[in-house]
């Protein structure tokens, strides 16, 4: 057992707490949050650091060996994606510090953005099922309180329309874990992986699959995503990154984990319903992305586009795609951050989100400018940057599997071109042509914005031509994608 795991757990549940007694005290709780996210991604390197040199470390909570009690697993994925977690957080925090507005400072941001991290993080790393219901559920109350402060009328509405849905998703997942525990007796992942492979993948664990599947589709924007352009066009940039960057990906790692590790037995029917819906959603998200002339739906719809592609690798399920997944998975939280961050400053100092009431900002803004057009290569797939090498194992990964992959690698690609033409579009649109009149609504970007975008820019750049030293991480959480018997090895091994 490795106490180690539940640190990244204890650190922001207590910073939390602590930040509620240090209400108007906003210097205090920038210093607190700003010193737990910095301890929180020192904690997640160390269990890189062992899960790489140790192999996948679990913790049982109160001594109960699994299948009994809940249990905490960290094998590389659930590792490198909390370590992007992490990472991803301390620029959000930088961001917000002068953007988020004394209010919201004072209305608990910093203690709900600890609460945010609580559930992200403990999704990633539960290893029993139930567990993961009641991670999903802090992460989403907090998001609930984060999506409606400031209290506008769009925040509101929205924040109603995210409710509903939530509470929609979340009462089918219970349904479909007290289904799951009727049919097979227990909710430790690995030995449900057992169960449902002595048993056999048919019938009613057919159906218990697809309401899954329907639970995690809701939550990660898969095909049923017409909640999302909404809902992260209501908050402001900081709160926007936050979502956009881990929310989403917190539901296809729930899809991924659980479709290559319980319900694999059966791709002809589980993994066509995600190929399908991947398709449909690549599909959906790029005439969204090309349609609209609002900033906000822009970037928005170009998160959709990137759920679909991720679950296109989860539907192919080779080696390949599963490496590409692992690898795309971390490429995206990081450019999504970036993404909204330059957004979030270009609508500042723009003083409106409608592309043809900008222009000409090139020479007021460059620093935003180039780094905004780096972005859109990055998310694109062009090569040196991030997005190259896992966009290349993933469409691989397709063109071996052949039929249906052939048609996903195809639209996978045509998408990539989609999300060039729909960035550059915007690039063009703000930074270039005759300078439109400034708004009196207009702020400059602080320079702690300019400092969270320029991290998140540096590590796209890093990673791509990084990409083999990271590769040797990302086999690693592949390896284990294809080879579920490691994973429940490594929990059920003390029985």
Sequence with gaps: MNNALVVPLIVPLVTA????????????????????????????????????DRGIQTLHMGGWIPPYGIVFVADMLAALL????????????????????????????????????????????????????????????????LLVLGGTKRQLRETLKYMLINIISSSLFVV????????????????????????????????????FMIVFALKAGLLLFFWLPGSYSAPPAAIAALFGALLTKVGLYALLRTFTLIFYHDPGMTHAWIAWMAGATMVLGAIGAVAYTDLRKVLNYNVIISVGFIAFGIAVSNENA?????????HDMIGKALMFF?????????????????????????AVGWMFFVMALALAGIPPLSGFTGKLLIVRGGLEEGGG???????????SLIVL???????????????????????SPPKTAYAAAASMLLLVILIGLGSEWVYAFVAQAGDVLAQPGLYIDAVLKEQ
Excluded at 343 to 366: C, E, H, S
Aim: net charge neutral.
């Design 322 to 330: 599963l490496d590409g997944v692992v690898f795309y998975l971390l």
């Design 82 to 145: 909390v370590l992007a977690t992490t990472v991803i957080a301390g620029a959000c925090l930088l961001y917000a510090f002068r953007t988020i507005g004394e209010q919201r400072e004072r209305h608990y941001f910093y203690p709900l953005f600890q609460f945010q991290l609580t559930g992200v993080i403990g999704s990633f790393l539960t290893g029993d099922i139930f567990n993961l219901f009641v991670c999903f559920e802090v992460m989403l109350i907090s998001s609930y309180a």
């Design 342 to 366: 330059l957004g979030g400053m270009i609508i500042a100092f723009a003083g409106t989100a409608q592309l043809k009431d900008m222009g000409g900002f090139i020479k007021r803004y460059p």
């Design 17 to 52: 707490i602590v930040l509620i007694f240090l209400k108007n005290r906003i210097p205090a709780q920038r210093a607190v949050s700003a010193a737990s996210v910095a301890a929180n991604a020192l904690a997640a390197a160390f269990i890189v650091y062992q899960v790489n």
């Design 405 to 415: 992959g052939y048609a996903l690698a195809a639209i996978g690609l045509a998408t």
């Design 421 to 443: 033409y729909s960035l550059i579009k915007a690039f063009m649109s703000v930074f270039w042509g005759e300078e439109k009149i400034v708004s009196a609504d207009t702020v």
């Design 176 to 211: 479909a874990v007290a289904y799951l525990y009727g049919a097979v007796g227990t909710l430790n992942m690995a030995h449900l992986a057992v169960r449902v492979a002595e048993a056999g993948q048919g019938g009613v664990l057919s159906v218990i699959a697809l309401l």
